[in-house]
């Protein structure tokens, strides 16, 4: 069992920076793919960012040039960093384990795989 813990949402202004964090628990964290997905209420779950075990990196078209995704095993934490923030990237933030990465590299953003989720964190965006 993996348990998944956002932190670092906020309101903030458009323009300004954001960085989510996820703690997760388990021994082989390094072995994990991961990723981030956003949801607004009425609208389903999209993927924003994703990395897998080796370090390769997915971004959404939205998101491009602004967002980072990083890990780091030593802290068994992955890491969104947000700039540029618009409000469109207002949404609930769900951060998300693939323990296999079977098929990762096949889907990007778009993970049909994950096997454990947090439960979020809200960031709100304000023009």
């Known amino acids: 069992q993996v348990q998944l813990l956002e932190s670092g949402g906020d309101s903030v202004q458009a323009g300004e920076s954001l960085t989510l964090s996820c703690a997760a628990s388990?021994?082989?964290?390094?072995?994990?793919?991961m990723g981030w997905s956003r949801q607004v209420p009425g609208k389903g779950r999209e993927g924003v960012a994703a990395i897998d075990d080796e370090g390769r990196t997915y971004y959404t078209d939205t998101v491009k040039g602004r967002f980072t995704i990083s890990k780091d095993d030593a802290k068994n934490t992955l890491y969104l960093q947000m700039n540029s923030l618009k409000p469109e990237d207002t949404a609930m933030y769900f951060c998300a384990a693939d323990v296999d990465c079977a098929y990762f590299s096949d889907y990007g953003v778009d993970q049909p795989n994950y096997d454990y989720w947090g439960r979020g964190t809200q960031v709100t965006v304000s023009s």
């Open positions: 388990g021994s082989t964290f390094s072995e994990y793919c």
